[in-house]
């Protein structure tokens, strides 16, 4: 069971922006470093936004993170076809249970 | 090229045992923790367990303590998932990934996200 909330669905149309919050508590989100995935269908998760709002090379700048307490958002502007796929935030859960943790996902429809 | 390339997947009966092999090329796999992600069919990813550089430190998540058991050969680069007692609810696509970054900041905060993925090799468990 995810501890991570996120939306089930967001979606725009092209060029616009989106924002996909991800919702947790102080042993996970409010006490340690976030980091989004992107899963096109049929593939393998892929990094997008590490230490809460650092981007590996290759990520274009339209892929931006943040976070302000127990929550952090994934923001994606100038949306492309491409960008339909489900998102996942993840983070370090550092309770009795301590362990990885991930959203509970989002798909981003581009209308 | 940095890869990962799952393998060892495949149909087990309910209380059968299995056992995933992950193997790693195009970076210095012994320096980096190691870490399983599975993903039920039609579901989210779930974080399985991790893996330090040398084996001597191991996390689990809860639903497989005592059932699967995460290791590592750096001689042959590779990592392994040995699962035993497999229920239905272990149905997924399993996924081994590279922690880019695994640390603790004095006073706690930790730095831990996934860098690298393999595909995925699937597992079912059903009678």
């Known amino acids: 069971q995810s501890v991570l909330t996120q939306p089930p669905s967001v979606s725009a149309a092209p060029g616009q922006k989106v924002t996909i919050s991800c919702s947790g508590s102080s042993s996970n989100i409010g006490n340690n470093y976030v980091s989004w995935y992107q899963q096109l269908p049929g593939t393998a998760p892929k990094l997008l936004i590490y230490?809460?709002?650092k981007r590996p090379s290759g990520i274009p700048d339209r892929f931006s993170g943040s976070k302000s307490g127990t929550s952090a958002t994934l923001g994606i502007t100038g949306l492309q076809t491409g960008d339909e796929a489900d998102y996942y935030c993840?983070?370090?859960?550092?309770?009795?249970?301590?362990?990885?943790?991930f959203g509970t996902g989002t798909k981003v429809t581009v209308l | 090229e940095v890869q990962l390339v799952e393998s060892g997947g495949g149909l087990v009966q309910p209380g059968g045992s299995l056992r995933l092999s992950c193997a790693a090329s195009g970076f210095t796999f012994s320096s980096y923790w190691m870490s399983w992600v599975r993903q039920a069919p039609g579901k989210g990813l779930e974080w399985v367990a991790n893996?330090?550089?040398?084996?001597?430190?191991?996390y689990y998540v809860d639903s497989v303590k005592g059932r699967f058991t995460i290791s590592r050969d750096n001689a042959k680069n590779s990592l392994y998932l040995q699962m035993n007692s497999l229920r239905a609810e272990d149905t997924a696509v399993y996924y081994c990934?590279?922690?880019?970054?695994?640390?603790?900041?004095?006073?706690?905060?930790?730095?831990?996200?996934?860098?690298?993925w393999g595909k995925g090799t699937t597992v079912t468990v059903s009678s």
């Open positions: 990934a590279r922690a880019g970054r695994f640390a603790a900041r004095p006073g706690g905060s930790v730095y831990y996200y996934m860098d690298v």
């Open positions: 893996i330090k550089q040398d084996g001597s430190e191991k």
């Open positions: 993840g983070t370090w859960d550092s309770s009795l249970s301590a362990g990885g943790v």
């Open positions: 230490d809460n709002n």
